[in-house]
Nanobody, 123 residues
């Protein structure tokens, strides 16, 4: 049974930092591109960031570039999202996602999804 389990969401103030973690299990191994997609209330899911299996290449949406950093620990099959300088517009449910294709993740599609973790940034 493949599973992604997120942790680390919460309520913070604008300018604060937060780190999300996502542990993969089962079929989800180091060969998968892993990343994060978020969904704000009343909006579609938006790609946030992703990291290739080797960990050497990453991709970010323009809205988070320079503020968020995605990383992974293949030994633990875990991906992280370090979020700095958070803004109220970053408020959303953040979903961990895994797929063999980065272009699919970039379009908000994935083979596997986590249950989501709420991030709320107050002004």
């Amino acid at each position: 049974q493949a599973q992604l389990v997120e942790s680390g969401g919460g309520l913070v103030q604008a300018g604060d930092s937060l780190r999300l973690s996502c542990a993969g299990s089962g079929r989800i191994n180091s060969g998968y591109v892993m990343g994060w997609v978020r969904q704000a209330p009343g909006k579609d899911r938006d790609f946030v960031a992703a990291i290739w299996s080797s960990g050497g290449s990453t991709g970010y949406s323009d809205s988070v570039k320079g503020r968020f950093t995605v990383s992974r620990d293949n030994a633990k099959n875990t991906v992280y999202l370090q979020m700095n300088s958070l803004k109220p517009e970053d408020t959303a449910v953040y979903f961990c996602a895994a797929d063999l294709s980065f272009p699919r993740l970039r379009r908000g599609l994935a083979e596997f999804w986590g249950q989501g973790t709420q991030v709320t940034v107050s002004s």
